[in-house]
């Protein structure tokens, strides 16, 4: 499958509201879904836009395919902690349940992300503050999936 150009491919968009001070506009495309918590997606951002503030609940494995992936790091009050830039070819893996922003670079952002959630818990989507907004489950993520094939 290539990421970049597949017409088959179905990306659901996310954007913004009114309620967040910053620019809100990513896809998502679910690759795979195993009977086993192993979940596979692609993310791709617009030029300079963030996805939503969160937390992953589950090991979570991240590889840099196009573009530019600015990430700044929280730690759990909510303080930043550290900013770094991955490029094309930046492989990343936690088991942590690690707080970030994701922003897209100049010419935006393709990952790959593999989760491994035996409990079904994926990511919270927080406020600024740290509450949560929703919390995204792989129940949800098959759901989805089995409606698209």
């Not at 990343?92 to 393709?110: F, L, Y």
Request: charged share 25%; glycine share 8%; hydrophobic share 35%.
């Amino acid at each position: 499958m290539d990421l970049l150009h597949d017409p088959d491919l179905h990306w659901s968009r996310f954007s913004g509201s009114p309620k967040f001070d910053y620019p809100i506009e990513y896809w998502g495309a679910i690759l795979h879904v195993g009977n086993d918590g192993h979940l596979d997606f692609a993310y791709r951002w617009a030029p300079n836009s963030f996805c939503h503030f969160h937390r992953h609940l589950c090991a979570t494995t991240s590889t840099v395919v196009a573009g530019e992936l600015h990430v700044t790091d929280f730690d759990e009050t909510g303080v930043e902690t550290e900013r770094r830039i991955r490029s094309i070819g930046d492989y990343s893996h936690t088991d942590d349940a690690d707080i970030h922003m994701e922003q897209g670079g100049p010419d935006g952002a393709v990952v790959v992300f593999n989760l491994y959630a035996p409990q079904g818990l994926l990511t919270d989507a927080l406020t600024d503050d740290l509450g949560i907004i929703r919390t995204n489950t792989a129940d949800e993520v098959v759901a989805a999936w089995s409606r698209r094939r």
